[in-house]
């Protein structure tokens, strides 16, 4: 069983509709976890954090904790052409784990 | 603050050859990790560092790969000798508070063994 895993896609959601992506993780002492997005050819970059059971709101993005299923979500709210990338979950305890990520496309 | 800055941007060696990434991270933080990816691995956490001193390398691919710290703003990974195999992209990433708080990252390297 991987540690983080992610549906791979790839995601396509229309210009203005809500993009929801999907990580489960393995180790139930899990601490901390994260959204990363990634453009083709740069380098991972932070959007969301979040380590408490709940949502997380933060502009467009909202994150959802819920340890007892080991699952956290991003949604992101009125999606635009700029948000198409590779979005990473990041899970963090001992070290720093993620997921494979999730291709997502937003089509005008 | 310029974030965490990786030298070279690009690296293209012969097998066999040593390579050698370098990494400065941001000023302050005392953690830093060394990732690899690949389209067929993802993103790997080879090492990662707490206050200068390796705390786990477990996923470091073999003995070819050594990482150091000697100080808190430069840490290198070296990898002696050199195999296709390594072509990837190695990104270093630095956290304040440990490795579970956030990480922020470096620009990357491309590196290509041929």
């Known amino acids: 069983q991987k540690e983080v895993e992610q549906n791979s896609g790839p995601l396509s959601v229309p210009e203005g509709a809500i993009a929801s992506l999907n990580c489960t993780y393995s180790d139930r002492g899990s601490q901390s976890f994260f959204w990363y997005r990634q453009y083709s050819g740069k380098s991972p970059e932070l959007i969301m954090s979040i380590y408490s059971n709940g949502d997380k709101e933060d502009g467009r993005f909202t994150a959802q904790l819920n340890k007892a299923s080991q699952y956290v979500s991003l949604l992101i709210r009125d999606s635009q052409p700029s948000d198409s990338a590779t979005y990473l979950c990041a899970v963090g305890k001992d070290d720093m784990r993620f997921g494979a990520g999730t291709r997502l496309t937003v089509k005008p | 603050d310029a974030g965490v800055i990786q030298s070279p941007r690009h690296e293209v060696t012969e097998m066999g050859q040593e390579v050698t990434l370098r990494c400065k991270p941001i000023?302050?933080?005392?953690?830093l990790f060394w990732y690899r990816q690949t389209m067929m691995r993802g993103l790997e956490l080879l090492i990662y560092f707490n206050n200068n001193v390796p705390i786990d390398d477990s996923g470091m691919p073999e003995d070819r790969f050594s990482a150091k710290m000697p100080n808190a703003s430069f840490s290198t990974l070296k990898i002696q000798p050199s195999e296709p195999r390594d072509s990837a992209v190695y990104f270093c990433?630095?956290?304040?508070?440990?490795?579970?708080?956030?990480?922020?990252f470096g620009q990357g390297t491309r590196l290509t063994v041929v």
């Open positions: 990433a630095s956290s304040q508070g440990g490795p579970s708080t956030e990480a922020f």
């Open positions: 000023s302050g933080h005392n953690s």
